[in-house]
Structures are given as structure tokens and as C-alpha cells.
Nanobody, 121 residues
């Protein structure tokens, strides 16, 4: 079994910062791309940022210059530093990992249960 668990969400005021963490655990052989997605109220889930095992990153235009994704490969953990938060950043944030389980040669996509981020104006 593989489990992704997010932490670090909460309620903040506009302009403040939050740091999200997501740890993958279980019978993992290797983790490739990890990322963060979000689902604002009444909208579809959207990409926030991704990072490869080698450290290459990709960001949604709406978060560039404000959010930074990073990872610790030894801990199978991905982080999202969110600065200068805006009310429109309010959403449930989901962690995603594309990984191979021990003994299974094909990679699969896994999601965390999500963590709520609310930014008040």
C-alpha cells in the first residue's frame, strides 16, 4: 500500500505565507514526478506546480514568483512554499506523486486526501 499525507493548510490573511508538506509512504520503489494541484470552490482541479526527481519545476502562471515547490528525495516528501497569498488561492490543495511500488514495474499516480487553504481579504 502507498499513502500520501498532506499537512500545513490553514486560514491566513492576504499577503501572508503558508508551507505545505506531503510525504509518500509505504512499499515504494521509486518516486518520479511529484506535484501540487488545487480545487477552488465550485471549480475543477487545476495544476499548481510539479517537480521531477532531478529538480526540474513547472508552475501555473497564476502562482509564478509567489510559490516555490521543492522536494526531499530521501524522505519522499514534497513541499510547497506559498508567499503573498491572495483570496483567489483559496482551495483544497492535493498532493500528487507518480511512483513505482516495490515489485511492480509500472508507475502509477497517487493522490493525497487534500488540505484546505483559506485566504481571507
Amino acid at each position: 500500500q502507498v499513502q500520501l499525507v498532506e499537512s500545513g493548510g490553514g486560514l491566513v490573511q492576504a499577503g501572508e505565507s503558508l508551507r505545505l508538506s506531503c510525504a509518500a509512504s509505504g512499499s515504494i520503489f521509486s518516486v518520479d514526478v511529484m506535484g501540487w494541484y488545487r480545487q477552488p470552490p465550485g471549480k475543477q482541479r487545476e495544476l499548481v506546480a510539479t517537480i521531477t526527481r532531478g529538480g526540474s519545476t513547472n508552475y501555473a502562471d497564476s502562482v509564478k514568483e509567489r510559490f516555490t515547490i521543492s522536494r526531499d528525495n530521501a524522505k519522499n516528501t514534497v513541499y510547497l512554499q506559498m508567499n503573498s497569498l491572495k483570496p483567489e488561492d483559496t482551495a483544497v490543495y492535493y498532493c500528487n506523486a507518480n511512483l513505482k511500488r516495490a515489485g511492480i514495474p509500472v508507475a502509477s499516480n497517487y493522490w493525497g486526501p487534500g488540505t484546505q487553504v483559506t485566504v481571507s481579504s
